[in-house]
């Protein structure tokens, strides 16, 4: 059996020398190399700013969105939005272990498993896709995806159900980073706060401000306002535009008295909310960047253009404990629970 890299550069195809996500094409042959493991998928759980521009390319036929997700597969060996560079995660289950991972893994062959690395550099082949949900962004499907030896995973719970743990398990690092980065006593806002990721977020915040900290859900729509405040997960609810960064400036000044956000978290799936977010947030705050939909360049030099001393920080999908952090959300709220398995199970 070959031996193959930690990291996966082994199956990298185009250009030589680099890391699986950055490269254009990997190779998706599913003989397993000494320390991959060999993964019987189930169902994709696609990055929702690259459903939604997937969706939007096939002007929302399915049958059109089946071929471009067939398409970026059969080009790149994985499933990375090449708009989007982003990807999204699967569950499956575990049908080979190369011998080099024994005493390395708590995984056996017939797991059903969770990952928790994105498919812009998870080797996947697709046999046939049986089920597009779009309302969901999931694709159920038949075919085979490689873990890398470095690659993160969570054996999926007996106590929750499959779809519900892949749904809140592919947007785990933000409500794990809002549990960071969150103090008692902040104003945070969640920029895309009646959805899948932002929900876990405002739940997280609202924990970690405390009765003197208020937490603040902005959206488009008054989308789920009224649930979120049911819940009580938020202390305000607003609708606004964040593609309009005036315009948001004036809503969020309105609201705090002219003080601004200590924390503004954007979990939006749209582009050019950058400065929405920057705008909303107080000097030397934090603006948590968790959306794929973001451009980081917009993002540094509008910073610079408006005069924003303010700390931003990429969307990191991982930080230690979030799968954790994140399934317990769900088995400690029973509202969000119920409304999760409504919305996204």
Not at 23 to 32: C, L, Q, R, V, Y
Not at 295 to 311: H, I, M, P, Q, R
Request: hydrophobic content about 40%; glycine content about 10%; charged content about 25%.
């Amino acid at each position: 059996m070959k031996q193959g890299n930690k990291y996966g550069t082994h199956r990298v195809i185009e250009p030589k020398g680099i890391l699986p996500q950055p490269a254009k094409k990997i190779d998706n042959t599913m003989e397993i190399y000494d320390n991959e493991i060999l993964v019987d998928v189930q169902t994709l759980n696609i990055d929702s700013a690259s459903f939604t521009q997937i969706y939007n390319q096939a002007e929302k036929d399915l049958k059109k969105t089946e071929e471009i997700i067939l398409g970026i597969v059969e080009e790149r060996g994985k499933h990375q939005n090449p708009v989007t560079g982003s990807g999204g995660m699967l569950i499956g289950t575990v049908k080979e272990i190369g011998p080099a991972l024994e005493g390395k893994t708590d995984l056996k062959v017939g797991d059903k498993i969770a990952t928790l690395v994105s498919l812009s550099l998870t080797p996947l082949r697709i046999d046939k896709i049986k089920e597009i949900r779009p309302e969901i962004d999931q694709v159920d499907i038949e075919g085979q995806a490689i873990l890398f030896e470095s690659g993160i995973y969570s054996i999926i719970p007996e106590d929750l159900p499959g779809n519900l743990v892949l749904s809140v398990l592919d947007v785990c690092g933000a409500p794990a980073q809002t549990a960071k980065i969150c103090k008692l006593g902040d104003t945070v806002l969640v920029i895309g706060g009646p959805g899948k990721a932002g929900m876990l977020c405002l739940y997280e915040a609202k924990r970690r401000v405390g009765p003197t900290g208020k937490v603040i859900c902005a959206d488009y729509m008054d989308n789920r306002f009224d649930q979120i405040m049911k819940m009580g997960i938020a202390d305000e609810c607003i609708a606004l535009d964040a593609t309009d960064a005036v315009g948001t400036l004036e809503k969020i000044e309105e609201l705090t008295n002219g003080e601004l956000c200590d924390v503004v978290i954007n979990v939006v799936n749209v582009e050019n909310t950058e400065m929405a977010s920057i705008l909303a947030t107080k000097d030397d705050g934090l603006v948590y960047f968790f959306s794929m939909a973001t451009n980081f360049t917009k993002a540094a030099l509008g910073a610079e253009g408006v005069g924003k001393d303010v700390n931003m920080v990429i969307g990191n999908g991982y930080t230690k404990g979030h799968a954790e952090l994140t399934l317990q959300i769900m088995r400690d709220s029973d509202d969000l629970r119920a409304l999760y398995t409504e919305l996204f199970a």
